[in-house]
């Protein structure tokens, strides 16, 4: 009886050692900053250049990307010369019809996003960069632009904060 009880142990034992032995860590928000180095981050707020205009387009991004570094870093905002800065402006807002249905009129329009974006990283100008983050969305031509602009506009604005964050900070 004993015998039977201590074959089973004697095979779990190996393995618990070498689980007590592994550990894994990770973080939930992708953000790999020192913060005994970097400790703050100063955003400007970033105009609408773009030639079609959408008035709540601008102060949405603004509060965006500003809410995204609040809730993922603890990272102190500050009005300028943050340890990481962040600049840029609204370049394009544009919508394309994207397909035709049968009878020869558009079915799907696409949405289109473009914000530059100035990064500057006062601790290590070697990650500084100055690029364009793009994002697309689509809609049924039967629908009106004002309908859906709304929602439409703040995924791509999600999408576009998303590509900024992970570029900045999660140095993926």
Not at 75 to 92: C, H
Not at 106 to 113: A, Y
Request: glycine letters at 4%.
């Amino acid at each position: 009886m004993r015998r039977g009880i201590l074959k089973p142990i004697l095979m779990i034992l190996p393995l618990a050692v070498l689980m007590s032995g592994c550990s894994i860590s990770y973080k939930l928000n992708g953000a790999s900053i020192d913060y005994n180095t970097i400790k703050t981050i100063s955003i400007d707020a970033f105009s609408n250049r773009a030639a079609y205009q959408w008035a709540p387009m601008a102060p949405m991004f603004n509060t965006s990307i500003s809410d995204i570094y609040n809730r993922q870093t603890k990272l102190r905002q500050v009005k300028r010369d943050g340890d990481l800065m962040l600049s840029g402006e609204i370049t394009s807002y544009d919508q394309t019809n994207k397909s035709v249905s049968a009878d020869g009129y558009s079915s799907m329009v696409q949405l289109k996003m473009t914000v530059k974006v100035k990064f500057t990283n006062n601790k290590n100008h070697d990650d500084d960069f100055e690029k364009g983050f793009t994002s697309t969305r689509e809609y049924d031509s039967s629908q009106q632009l004002s309908s859906v602009q709304e929602e439409l506009v703040q995924q791509m604005i999600d999408d576009i904060v998303d590509q900024v964050f992970n570029a900045t900070v999660a140095n993926w």
